[in-house]
């Protein structure tokens, strides 16, 4: 990276104006040295709302004409891309932007299938562009302390874990979308509860799952149990269900229990975090998210968690590493997705794909 490079800010721009990039938008705009200069959504009346609300000029509503106009443009060309489109856009994206030189995060699901995930993550090594995944549950505040407690060893080797993720939440509200697809909450909210698992405990070597649909207004499963057998030998339960009605719902937080050889960790809800000893006794820590200025409920764990998954990424990017969500690692969450829905399908246990093996 010349001075100058490192001197001005990083220019970016976002391709998808969509209810989640909302969030991107604002985390940009809350961080320093990193600036949208340009906004692109094949939907003028999406493109013109975000033109208003975060006050950028350059707009476009094809991505292949926004990179040859700012290619040609006298300003300093793009540092990067954020792509918060739908993933069946993002086969397209991806090479667009790596052709140009342009790093590239992207929106999960990354691809809709493995050998389309392999062929981008591949694409953009061959042309010397990182790509990074948007996955940020693993950096929501409660999930990242308790992340830390378990590498830390404070209840030693662990031997059980639970994800555990139920709601009755109307998310179709926000994102009809998800009202209308095939394969619903495994590909659209497992997938995260799925990387954090392998955030706590590594590689999955096998894999059993169990999917319902409870709402009949829906195409997709809305419930799914998973078991999962970890590389370094713990036994994992990822649980998910949008059809679950409590009095106090725990939207969107994911609930998480880990026993370990030296004690137990227990995460509530509403962020409390407790470590449980050999001798019985237990710790209780406040994990709470620090609420950007601009969250909102329910959404604050989310959106503090976008914060910080951007924050990582611009670090990353000046301390020349990988985040750690890179495409190669989401590949194999991607790939227990994947092996989600073959194990439901036959009701077998599933070895998933791993990247380079
Ligand atoms: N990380 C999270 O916590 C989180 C939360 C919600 C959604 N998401 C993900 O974000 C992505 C977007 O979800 P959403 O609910 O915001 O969807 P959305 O439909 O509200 O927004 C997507 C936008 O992309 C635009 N678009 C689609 N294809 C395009 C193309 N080729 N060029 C330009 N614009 C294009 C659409 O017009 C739309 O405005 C999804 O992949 C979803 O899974 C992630």
Redesign the pocket.
Known sequence: MSERQAARDLRGAL???????ENQMRAWQELPGVKIVAL????PQ?LAHFQDRFGIEATYTD?EAMFEALADSADPGLDFVDI????S?HA??VPLAADRGVDILC???FAGSLETARRLIEYCTQRGVSLSI????RWQQAVRRTIEALRDGEIGRPFFGRISYRSGFDVYK??P?LARVERFIIE?LGI?VLDIARALFGEVDRLSCETARVNPAINGEDVATLMLRHANGVTAVVDCSYATHLADDPFPQSLIEIDGEQGSLRLRQDFVLEIHDVDGQREVRDVSPEPPAWSEAPWVP?QAS?LAFQADWLQARRQHRPVETCGEDNFNTLALVEAAYRAAASHHTVIPERWGR
């Open positions: 391709i998808g104006c969509g209810f989640f990039a692109c959504d094949r939907d999406r991505a918060a489109t739908t993933t856009a397209a994206l929106q999960k699901p948007h996955e940020n549950f926000a994102q979308y659209d995260h989310i976008v």
